[in-house]
């Protein structure tokens, strides 16, 4: 189970940091990721980051303004959303997939609900 939170209203320019907490056996097992969906869009991906953590990927969309990393030892994942722009705006969704030692923009297998992220010009 994945469960996503952090999200909420920011204006441009700010910031803001959305977690994902893994209930699994063994989380570091997992290749994560975070995706978003804007209202009338399909899923995007946004970043990734290997089991281990050493390896991440970015969409150029938020390369340089967004940060993954992961805390295997509390089961979260983290993403760092800097200087955040309206065409952030979008419900973040947390993925996870069994085995990925490198960052990849899928597929995945395990989807969290997803956090609201609005951003106001």
């Known amino acids: 189970q994945l469960v996503e939170a952090g999200g909420g209203l920011v204006q441009a320019g700010g910031s803001l940091r959305l977690s994902c907490a893994a209930s699994a056996r063994d989380v570091s097992g997992y290749g994560m990721a975070w995706f978003r969906q804007a209202p009338g869009k399909e899923r995007e991906f946004v970043a990734a980051i290997g089991k281990i953590g050493g390896n991440t990927l970015y969409a150029d969309s938020v390369k340089g303004r967004f940060t993954i990393w992961r805390d295997n030892a509390e089961n979260l994942l983290y993403l760092q959303m800097n200087n955040i722009r309206p065409e952030d705006t979008a419900v973040y969704y947390c993925?996870?997939?069994?085995?990925?030692?490198?960052?990849?923009?899928?597929?995945?297998?395990?989807w969290g609900q997803g956090t609201q992220v609005t951003v106001s010009s």
């Open positions: 993925a996870a997939r069994w085995g990925l030692s490198i960052a990849t923009v899928g597929p995945y297998n395990y």
